[in-house]
């Protein structure tokens, strides 16, 4: 009798530990049930293009975009050997480092401005706003008729304030129409990259100013021994948002110049986007584009790798 009373605590304790061990296991399981769809969206409409983009750039490919087998590098080196694609990758390089550069600079001074109490101070932050809030396509349009030749409000603005004497053809050499591009550029950049700055000054704590102020420190010194190295996260997320975002903009070149004259403001986006849609060379398009991603990963790794080391 005590054996089989004991053979059913046994029992019972092992069917216990059993629903314990299922249970666990099931609690465990759960958030990749709930994740399981997120991964599959990933899977079907992320992993799945870039993997038919590799297999494209080695493919090759006709003019209605059928594959005619594995064509190795052959995408790669006609790219490379394009006449105008050094000066595209030059362009390109030009364009992200420019327009990520001067607008943080220029936005950290917005930033700080933003963040001193002033009459009207809610009024321009919402209208810092509005650049940034407008498609990009309608800036760019807007920006397009200022620059024109005939009717542009910035030639007859120049010519009123008796800085030139004629009309200027902004827009009709690489010289003109590409700095005018990356002002734009700056222009639709600086809200976004404010309002990351002015988030970051608001976690300053102000005890920091005031001991600063009693120690007798300036406001340069306070600015830049408590400011900019409070700053540092907030400018990590601002910069490589704003890289990745502008080495990939499009809209702008596209409403502007469409790459021209002659090729001259082709930024890699735009020159992947005329192979593709314009000459129809499906490879060498996708070799661009596989180009454009490498190049943005490198990016990502070593600036990952750079702010990882610094921490």
Known sequence: MSTLAQNQGVSAGTVASRKLGWYK?????????????????????????????????????????????????????HLIQERNFAHTISNTIVWTVSIVGLSTIISLGVAVLLNIDFPGRKFVRAALIVPWAASLLITASIWKWIFDYNYGTLNLILKDLSIIDHNIYWLATYHTSFPAMIWIGIFVTIPFTTFVLLAGLQTIPSELYEAASVDGARPWEKFRHITLPSLRHSLIVSTVLNTIYVFNSFPIIWTVTQGGPANATQTLITYLYSL??????????????????????????????MVLRSD
């Open 25 to 77: 296991y099931r609690k465990g399981l759960a958030p990749y049930i709930w994740l399981l769809p997120s991964f599959l969206l990933i899977l079907l409409f992320t992993l799945y293009p870039v993997y038919q983009l590799f297999v494209t750039s080695f493919s090759k490919m006709d003019l209605a975009g059928i594959s005619h087998g594995f064509a190795g590098l052959s995408n790669y080196v």
């Open 276 to 305: 593709a849609f314009q000459v129809n060379n499906l490879g060498e398009a996708a070799a661009a584009s596989v180009i454009s991603f490498v190049l943005l990963l490198v990016f990502s790794i070593i600036y990952g790798y």
